[in-house]
């Protein structure tokens, strides 16, 4: 496809080169850049929402591969006067400034300071003023992910006091609302809020509103801007209460968003990624392993079929990265609760490569299960944060990690108390009838304890779901009469209904394109 | 908000409030207090929040200087009583492990772990040892013994009365009275079992009788339907 935008792709000059040598020059503004902006506001001014996506998306990279690997862009204050000085404008370019910061170089504490700063002035122009632009879903979703990851960064920052400095301590106490948690979670509030976008999805469900049908672009002159910023804020709020360690709060987020049919959170991979992994894994820590073991299924099977699409997408890595934490968590949610029909042959037969061996490992409980238990989990969960700020009196400690430890050490706990289960599913799995005496001969404990036993592995395998009904988990089951256990194969539960709803509304689509040719 | 002496209605009324708090500003420390007053509200009226409850332990985490151990240990009280959810676990990962470690928190972790696990002789054994956390919450007894009888629901077709006695800890005549109750009024039945007293029959349901579950699994929600009205025209 020939790119349409007319500026001039110049060459990194020896000069641009020999400037980033010599250090960075923030006043310096090659060709290629002033080029850059002049394109970029004129097509934001004129709601070229398909040039500004390739400049953002592509342009912006291939400039920063040439001339910014390892050096900020220039300044905002040296490419203002190309753009009218238009307020709205520079603070999105010092939002792609900072981005690229945060990805190339390791920001200081005044840079993460002015950051925030950033964030908070573009944020209130968004909320407190009608910005009449459209920008690309991608763009959009990039900023949210970006604020919640820079506040995510920070508090990992934050919470490393040892070995600060006199003046990054003093900084941190001058400015202490920087990246505060309240700010954080408040923004994102205010977004969903002020966008009314949950109201805009339920009368969407009544026909009364296009908004995911539009992907959430405003055909009708206005901007898309604040709703999807406000969609995407949902996703937003969802990942910084996982980071809390509040899955149920997190979960209640996102209910506006219906997870089983497409919406503008699949418009962008990253978003769908980071929507499902966090659903997933907040379903995990709920012990609603049924629900979790659906959804990275089909979201990795997703994936598997289309990241050779984004094979030079800058966001590629992360996709493969999440790619491989997902595929640990359902080793996880299956040695927790073997359900493996409900799994696809092609994601099973990657989950077999990557962990076969340990997930059958798992399975044993010993003390090299609860390793790899323990493995897995600190290889996949995401980077908890204590949100509080810290404690200037001496002697300064690294508290970064007690988030993370807390979280682990209660999932493991669980784990624990689901020691005994595995075994009794063995022996379930034999037998049709069995009398409480002998299974308590074989598994070697006295007739109470088996019932403890018994007892245990139905609450654990009977969850309690989102509207408070309990749903069973279990593959094999069984039901006690006085001092006989009667043993019931469980049938898996496939869901077929949604797969068909899907073929025909895609059946459809396709009917339609087809009508739509005319054949001369 | 601090008003003292409230009526029933008034307290009704602040407890409406509240919940409106938690759904449209949960993120403002100011609430904080008004929270604190719904926990003890919670206990004294025996109703029950989680939503409150976690945006509470959240605004701790935020600020743990303002912490109450007192009210978090309530909390978790009360969480305990709504089991079967997982809602004591979902508070717990709200906790900073140090506060864990307190002993009045390393009870209830204890307790938890028995209710976890089935082990309702323990349970009973150790809450009679720590009288002073419990009881300070009316309604935990019999919260428990609800939640007892739930797993045993879903285990027993027919289960012997010292099973039983033992999961609700009520023996002798008061545990005569509360099958007679259940009989009269939950559709229990009780049997002369051979030999070794009596056999309670627990109610029917999916999980004790397999046969009765419906294949609701596959059932699909209206208006996942409704989007292919259009096109089965």
């Known amino acids: 496809m020939a790119s349409n935008y007319e500026y001039e792709e110049a060459s990194a000059t020896y000069d641009d080169a020999h400037r980033q040598d010599l250090g960075y020059d923030p006043n310096f503004v090659p060709d290629s850049v002033k080029s850059f902006v002049v394109h970029l506001y004129r097509h934001i001014r004129e709601k070229n929402v398909y040039e500004i996506h390739q400049m953002y998306e592509f342009s912006f990279q291939t400039l920063s591969d040439r001339l910014f690997k390892e050096a900020p862009w220039p300044s905002v204050d040296a490419v203002a006067h190309y753009v009218d000085n238009d307020q709205v404008f520079c603070l999105l370019y010092r939002e792609m400034w900072f981005r690229h910061l945060y990805a190339r170089l390791s920001p200081t504490l005044k840079q993460r300071i002015d950051s925030w700063d950033n964030y908070c002035s573009l944020f209130q122009v968004v909320l407190h003023r009608a910005v009449n632009m459209q920008l690309p879903n991608q763009w959009l979703w990039d900023m949210v992910d970006e604020f919640v990851y820079q506040f995510q960064s920070f508090c990992q920052y934050r919470a490393k006091m040892k070995n600060k400095t006199e003046q990054e301590i003093a900084l941190l106490r001058q400015y202490d609302q920087a990246w505060n948690v309240y700010g954080v979670l408040n923004y994102l509030q205010a977004f969903v809020e002020k966008s009314n976008i949950i109201q805009i999805l339920e009368q969407e469900k009544e026909g009364l509103e296009q908004f995911t049908a539009n992907d959430g672009y405003d055909y009708s002159g206005g901007s898309n801007v604040l709703k999807v910023l406000g969609y995407f804020s949902m996703v937003g709020l969802l990942r910084v209460h996982c980071l809390l360690g509040d899955y149920q709060t997190g979960l209640k987020c996102l209910l506006p968003i219906d997870i089983s049919q497409q919406g503008v959170y699949t418009s962008v991979i990253g978003s769908h990624i980071t929507t499902i992994y966090h659903y997933g894994f907040a379903n995990l820590m709920l012990r609603r392993y049924v629900e979790a073991i659906r959804e990275f299924n089909k979201m990795l099977l997703y994936i598997y079929k289309t990241k050779q699409y984004h094979q030079k997408s800058p966001q590629y890595e992360q996709i493969l990265k999440k790619n491989e934490q997902m595929y640990a968590l359902l080793a996880i949610c299956l040695s927790l609760c073997p359900q493996v029909k409900l799994v696809e042959d092609t994601v099973n037969s990657q989950l077999r490569e990557k962990y076969g061996e340990k997930m059958a490992r798992m399975q044993r409980y010993d003390d090299e299960a609860f390793g790899l238990y323990d493995e897995l989990f600190s290889y996949a969960c995401p980077k908890f944060i204590t949100p509080s700020a810290p404690s200037f009196e001496e002697p300064l400690v690294n508290y970064n990690q007690d988030a993370y430890r807390l979280q682990l050490k209660l999932f493991l706990y669980e784990v624990k108390q689901q020691q005994l289960l595995s075994g009794v599913r063995t022996f379930l799995k034999v037998y049709s009838t069995i009398s409480l005496g002998k299974l308590a001969n074989y598994m070697e404990v006295d007739e109470p304890t088996l019932r403890t036993i018994l007892l245990t592995y139905k609450h654990k395998t009977h969850a309690v779901d989102s509207d408070g009904k309990i749903i069973s988990n279990a593959d094999v089951d069984f039901y006690i009469d006085d001092d006989m256990i009667h043993v019931v194969e469980c049938k898996p539960v496939k869901r077929y209904s949604d797969y068909f709803l899907r073929q025909i509304v895609k059946l459809e689509g396709v009917i339609n394109d087809m009508d739509r040719i005319k054949l001369d | ?233």
């Open chain 2, 1 to 233: 908000m601090g008003r003292e002496r409230e009526t029933p209605k008034e307290q009704q009324q602040v407890s409406y409030t509240v919940e409106q708090l938690v759904a449209v500003n949960p993120y403002n420390p100011d609430i904080l207090p008004d929270l604190e007053n719904y926990v003890n509200e919670q206990v004294s009226l025996q109703t029950y929040s989680l939503d409150a409850n976690l945006c509470l332990l959240r605004l701790y985490q935020f600020e743990p200087e303002r912490m109450s151990t007192q009210i978090v240990a309530r909390i978790l009280v009360k969480a305990l009583m709504a089991m079967p959810a997982p809602d004591f676990s979902l508070c717990l990962f709200l906790i900073p492990e140090r506060v864990q470690m307190e002993e009045q928190f390393k009870t209830l972790i204890v307790l938890s772990h028995y209710l976890e696990t089935g082990r309702f002789r323990q349970f009973w054994d150790e809450a009679a040892k720590s009288r002073h956390i419990v009881e300070a919450v009316p309604g935990f007894e019999q919260a428990i013994q609800a939640y007892a009888i739930h797993v045993l629901s879903l285990t027993y077709q027919k289960i012997p009365r010292p099973v039983l006695a033992e999961a609700i800890n009520i023996e002798g005549l008061s545990l005569d009275k509360f099958l007679e109750h259940q009989a009269a009024n939950g559709g229990w039945i009780l049997e002369k079992g051979h030999g070794r007293g009596q056999l309670i029959v627990l109610p029917q349901n999916e999980f004790n009788h397999p046969e009765l579950k419906k294949s609701a699994a596959d059932s699909v929600p209206l208006e996942h339907i409704t989007r292919i009205f259009p096109i089965l025209g």
